[in-house]
């Protein structure tokens, strides 16, 4: 999967604002580092995809029904929020830590992924309409523009059970297959594995999540290079694992 070295290398972005053109300013942004190079992974915050998408929504304009009403009081978010994140959620499965527990894309995830933080003062940005076909149109325009053969990821933050912070979840991928099967493949004592998968996808996103942060920094798309990828724009294993298969199926009321 690696060679001895990889890079990873943060691109500094003006504020993207709505309509923007995205991959001109990456593009723009990549010429500082050398410019984009063929099989380059390119990681984007879910944010900044959105932004560009017009997927922001003013939350005084939301007018929360009962139910988002009775959602904002046990979950102890505003009505407007709530109101919105039932219209965003595929499911709603809790509540805890002062957000709630959905379902949105096959993906766990709070408030179906609306992030008020960075967002202009009264606004909230959703996750962008179709992740999967966003990176996938800026992987094409990327190639048309600068000739490059790159793969795409579209990171959000997410936590996990029983762990204390965010680390980076792939949303959105396209290029590259984005599950290495080692079943198979001999362990140290020569034991073949069995059940071994690895989400290289959630590994990128989590990666470009140390030079993203997620303040300030205005370092939305990070370029990852050395890591030695398969690219295809027809992948085999998709990261989505179905509910009854899952792990943590018990545990949740799917």
Do not use: H, W
């Not at 604002?17 to 190079?37: C, F, M, Q």
């Not at 179905?242 to 799917?254: A, P, Q, T, V």
Request: charged residues 25%.
């Amino acid at each position: 999967m690696a060679g001895d070295v990889i890079e990873i290398i943060g691109l500094r972005l003006p504020v993207i604002k709505p309509g923007d053109d995205l991959v001109e300013e990456i593009l723009k942004a990549s010429k500082k580092s050398g410019g984009i190079r063929n099989e380059d992974i390119l990681v984007l915050s879910s944010k900044v995809v959105a932004v560009a998408e017009g997927r922001m929504i003013r939350l005084r304009d939301v007018r929360p029904s009962p139910r988002a009403k009775s959602l904002a009081k046990r979950a102890k978010i505003s009505a407007p929020l709530a109101e919105m994140v039932i219209r965003e959620a595929d499911e709603i499965l809790g509540i805890g830590g002062g957000a709630v527990l959905t379902l949105k894309g096959g993906l766990l995830c709070a408030n179906a992924g609306i992030d008020l933080s960075n967002a202009p003062p009264g606004f909230a940005v959703l996750l962008p309409s179709n992740p999967n076909k966003a990176a996938n149109e800026i992987m094409k325009k990327i190639k048309e523009r600068s000739g490059k053969r790159v793969g795409v990821v579209i990171s959000d933050s997410t936590v996990r059970p029983l762990r204390l912070g965010t680390i980076g979840q792939a949303i959105g991928y396209a290029g590259f297959e984005p599950v290495i099967d080692c079943r198979g493949s001999l362990d140290l004592f020569g034991r073949p594995m069995r059940i071994t998968l690895i989400s290289l996808v959630d590994l990128l996103a989590s990666a470009a999540e140390l030079i993203m942060g997620e303040t300030s920094g205005r370092k939305p798309v990070v370029i990852i290079r050395g890591l030695k990828v398969k690219f295809t724009e027809k992948p085999k294993l998709s990261p989505i694992v179905e509910k009854n298969k899952d792990l943590y199926s018990s545990i949740f009321r799917f």
